[in-house]
Protein backbone atom coordinates (compact mmCIF):
# COMPACT_ATOMS: atom_id res chain seq x y z
CA UNK A 1 0.00 0.00 0.00
CA UNK A 2 1.33 3.59 -0.93
CA UNK A 3 1.85 5.77 2.58
CA UNK A 4 1.69 9.38 1.96
CA UNK A 5 4.93 11.21 1.88
CA UNK A 6 3.87 14.34 3.37
CA UNK A 7 7.67 15.26 4.65
CA UNK A 8 9.01 15.09 1.02
CA UNK A 9 6.59 17.55 -0.15
CA UNK A 10 7.98 20.31 -2.77
CA UNK A 11 8.93 23.20 -1.54
CA UNK A 12 6.61 26.50 -2.44
CA UNK A 13 9.00 28.36 -5.33
CA UNK A 14 10.73 31.26 -3.70
CA UNK A 15 11.24 34.94 -4.87
CA UNK A 16 12.68 38.26 -2.92
CA UNK A 17 8.90 38.37 -1.47
CA UNK A 18 9.56 41.17 1.73
CA UNK A 19 12.78 39.15 2.80
CA UNK A 20 14.98 41.26 0.48
CA UNK A 21 14.57 44.45 2.35
CA UNK A 22 14.91 42.94 5.94
CA UNK A 23 18.42 41.45 4.57
CA UNK A 24 19.19 44.31 2.68
CA UNK A 25 17.79 47.53 4.05
CA UNK A 26 16.96 46.71 7.58
CA UNK A 27 16.17 50.35 8.52
CA UNK A 28 13.63 50.52 5.84
CA UNK A 29 11.81 47.28 6.85
CA UNK A 30 11.88 49.24 10.27
CA UNK A 31 15.12 46.91 11.83
CA UNK A 32 17.09 48.99 13.82
CA UNK A 33 20.29 48.52 15.07
CA UNK A 34 21.93 46.36 12.32
CA UNK A 35 23.71 49.27 10.63
CA UNK A 36 23.87 53.04 11.48
CA UNK A 37 21.92 53.31 7.74
CA UNK A 38 21.44 51.21 4.82
CA UNK A 39 24.26 50.48 2.86
CA UNK A 40 24.89 52.21 -0.38
CA UNK A 41 22.07 54.86 0.66
CA UNK A 42 24.95 57.36 0.10
CA UNK A 43 27.35 57.55 -3.02
CA UNK A 44 28.84 60.49 -2.72
CA UNK A 45 30.23 63.07 0.14
CA UNK A 46 31.45 67.04 0.16
CA UNK A 47 34.96 65.84 -1.80
CA UNK A 48 33.29 64.02 -4.66
CA UNK A 49 34.48 65.26 -8.16
CA UNK A 50 32.48 65.82 -10.99
CA UNK A 51 29.02 67.23 -11.63
CA UNK A 52 26.25 66.56 -9.16
CA UNK A 53 23.32 65.02 -9.86
CA UNK A 54 20.16 62.80 -9.00
CA UNK A 55 18.70 59.90 -10.97
CA UNK A 56 15.19 59.34 -10.61
CA UNK A 57 14.43 55.62 -11.40
CA UNK A 58 10.38 54.22 -11.24
CA UNK A 59 10.22 50.64 -11.73
CA UNK A 60 6.71 50.11 -13.03
CA UNK A 61 5.17 46.44 -13.85
CA UNK A 62 3.33 45.22 -16.52
CA UNK A 63 -0.14 46.52 -15.86
CA UNK A 64 1.51 49.91 -15.49
CA UNK A 65 1.29 50.10 -12.15
CA UNK A 66 4.63 51.44 -9.90
CA UNK A 67 5.96 48.59 -7.78
CA UNK A 68 6.20 49.93 -4.44
CA UNK A 69 8.40 46.68 -2.57
CA UNK A 70 11.41 46.54 -5.83
CA UNK A 71 15.20 47.08 -4.91
CA UNK A 72 17.12 48.32 -6.94
CA UNK A 73 21.30 48.98 -6.98
CA UNK A 74 23.23 51.00 -9.30
CA UNK A 75 26.87 50.31 -10.67
CA UNK A 76 29.17 53.32 -12.04
CA UNK A 77 32.00 54.51 -12.79
CA UNK A 78 33.59 58.27 -11.22
CA UNK A 79 33.80 61.48 -13.16
CA UNK A 80 36.98 60.37 -14.89
CA UNK A 81 35.74 56.78 -16.29
CA UNK A 82 37.47 54.93 -13.25
CA UNK A 83 35.58 51.94 -11.47
CA UNK A 84 35.87 51.31 -7.89
CA UNK A 85 36.87 47.93 -7.91
CA UNK A 86 40.27 46.52 -7.87
CA UNK A 87 39.27 44.74 -11.39
CA UNK A 88 40.25 47.99 -12.95
CA UNK A 89 43.61 48.71 -13.60
CA UNK A 90 43.60 52.24 -15.70
CA UNK A 91 44.15 54.44 -12.45
CA UNK A 92 42.54 55.51 -8.98
CA UNK A 93 39.02 55.99 -8.44
CA UNK A 94 37.86 58.62 -6.92
CA UNK A 95 38.43 57.69 -3.16
CA UNK A 96 35.09 59.81 -2.40
CA UNK A 97 32.86 58.46 -4.43
CA UNK A 98 31.18 54.74 -3.81
CA UNK A 99 30.42 54.19 -7.48
CA UNK A 100 27.33 51.52 -6.04
CA UNK A 101 24.31 52.36 -4.33
CA UNK A 102 21.10 50.38 -3.01
CA UNK A 103 17.61 51.85 -2.17
CA UNK A 104 14.18 50.73 -2.02
CA UNK A 105 11.23 52.05 -4.08
CA UNK A 106 8.87 53.69 -2.61
CA UNK A 107 5.56 52.31 -0.77
CA UNK A 108 3.58 55.16 -2.53
CA UNK A 109 4.90 55.84 -6.13
CA UNK A 110 7.07 53.02 -7.10
CA UNK A 111 10.35 55.27 -7.27
CA UNK A 112 13.93 55.72 -5.56
CA UNK A 113 16.11 58.77 -5.77
CA UNK A 114 20.24 58.25 -5.96
CA UNK A 115 22.06 61.18 -5.40
CA UNK A 116 25.20 60.42 -7.70
CA UNK A 117 27.29 62.24 -9.91
CA UNK A 118 27.27 61.93 -13.89
CA UNK A 119 30.09 59.60 -14.68
CA UNK A 120 32.96 59.48 -17.27
CA UNK A 121 32.81 57.41 -20.47
CA UNK A 122 34.81 54.18 -20.20
CA UNK A 123 35.66 52.03 -22.96
CA UNK A 124 33.98 48.50 -24.14
CA UNK A 125 36.28 45.31 -24.48
CA UNK A 126 37.71 46.87 -27.81
CA UNK A 127 38.47 49.99 -26.58
CA UNK A 128 36.15 52.11 -27.99
CA UNK A 129 34.60 54.48 -25.71
CA UNK A 130 30.73 53.44 -24.17
CA UNK A 131 28.53 56.83 -23.66
CA UNK A 132 28.08 57.46 -20.16
CA UNK A 133 25.67 55.09 -18.41
CA UNK A 134 25.12 52.84 -15.27
CA UNK A 135 24.50 49.76 -14.55
CA UNK A 136 20.97 49.34 -13.10
CA UNK A 137 20.17 45.88 -11.26
CA UNK A 138 16.51 45.08 -9.98
CA UNK A 139 15.10 42.59 -7.79
CA UNK A 140 11.35 42.28 -6.51
CA UNK A 141 8.61 39.75 -5.89
CA UNK A 142 7.53 37.63 -8.80
CA UNK A 143 11.86 38.20 -9.81
CA UNK A 144 13.73 34.80 -9.39
CA UNK A 145 16.78 36.01 -10.96
CA UNK A 146 17.96 39.74 -10.70
CA UNK A 147 17.25 42.18 -13.56
CA UNK A 148 19.93 44.31 -15.33
CA UNK A 149 19.76 46.55 -17.75
CA UNK A 150 21.25 50.46 -18.48
CA UNK A 151 20.62 53.80 -17.77
CA UNK A 152 21.95 56.71 -20.38
CA UNK A 153 21.56 60.39 -20.11
CA UNK A 154 19.52 62.13 -22.49
CA UNK A 155 21.63 65.08 -22.66
CA UNK A 156 24.60 62.84 -24.18
CA UNK A 157 23.20 62.27 -27.92
CA UNK A 158 26.63 62.46 -29.35
CA UNK A 159 27.78 59.60 -27.28
CA UNK A 160 24.99 57.36 -27.27
CA UNK A 161 24.93 57.42 -30.90
CA UNK A 162 28.12 55.43 -31.01
CA UNK A 163 27.85 53.61 -27.86
CA UNK A 164 29.11 50.01 -29.06
CA UNK A 165 26.22 48.56 -26.22
CA UNK A 166 23.02 50.60 -27.52
CA UNK A 167 24.22 49.53 -31.45
CA UNK A 168 23.64 45.95 -30.71
CA UNK A 169 20.26 46.73 -29.91
CA UNK A 170 18.64 45.93 -33.53
CA UNK A 171 15.06 47.03 -32.70
CA UNK A 172 16.33 50.76 -32.75
CA UNK A 173 12.72 51.95 -31.36
CA UNK A 174 13.90 50.26 -27.76
CA UNK A 175 17.07 51.83 -27.65
CA UNK A 176 14.64 54.74 -26.22
CA UNK A 177 13.74 52.41 -23.26
CA UNK A 178 17.42 52.84 -21.68
CA UNK A 179 17.43 56.73 -22.26
CA UNK A 180 16.86 59.11 -19.35
CA UNK A 181 15.29 62.66 -20.01
CA UNK A 182 16.97 64.98 -17.78
CA UNK A 183 14.40 67.64 -15.74
CA UNK A 184 17.25 70.08 -14.48
CA UNK A 185 19.69 68.16 -12.05
CA UNK A 186 17.36 64.96 -12.22
CA UNK A 187 17.08 62.19 -14.90
CA UNK A 188 13.88 60.31 -14.68
CA UNK A 189 14.30 56.84 -16.14
CA UNK A 190 11.32 54.63 -16.00
CA UNK A 191 11.75 50.78 -16.27
CA UNK A 192 8.58 48.68 -17.35
CA UNK A 193 9.25 44.61 -16.38
CA UNK A 194 6.53 44.18 -19.40
CA UNK A 195 4.23 45.55 -21.98
CA UNK A 196 4.95 47.70 -24.95
CA UNK A 197 7.20 50.01 -23.42
CA UNK A 198 9.53 47.29 -21.76
CA UNK A 199 12.65 48.14 -21.11
CA UNK A 200 15.79 46.33 -22.75
CA UNK A 201 17.40 43.64 -20.15
CA UNK A 202 20.59 42.44 -20.58
CA UNK A 203 21.65 38.89 -20.15
CA UNK A 204 25.01 39.48 -17.76
Known amino acids: MVQALGRLK ?7 GPYVHIGLTPNFA ?3 GVYKRDLGTAMVNDKTRGERIRVNIRVIDGAGSPLNDALVEIWQADAAGIYNSPSDL ?14 PTDMTTGECLFETIKPGRVP ?9 H ?11 IGLHTRMYFGDEETANAEDPVLMRIEQR ?9 RDGDVYKFDIHL ?10 I
Open 134 to 144: LTVWIVARGIN
Open 194 to 203: QGINETVFFD
Open 124 to 132: FFDGRKMAP
Open 173 to 181: ERVSTLVAP
Open 90 to 103: RGSADPNFTGWGRL
Open 30 to 32: GIS
Open 10 to 16: ESASQTA
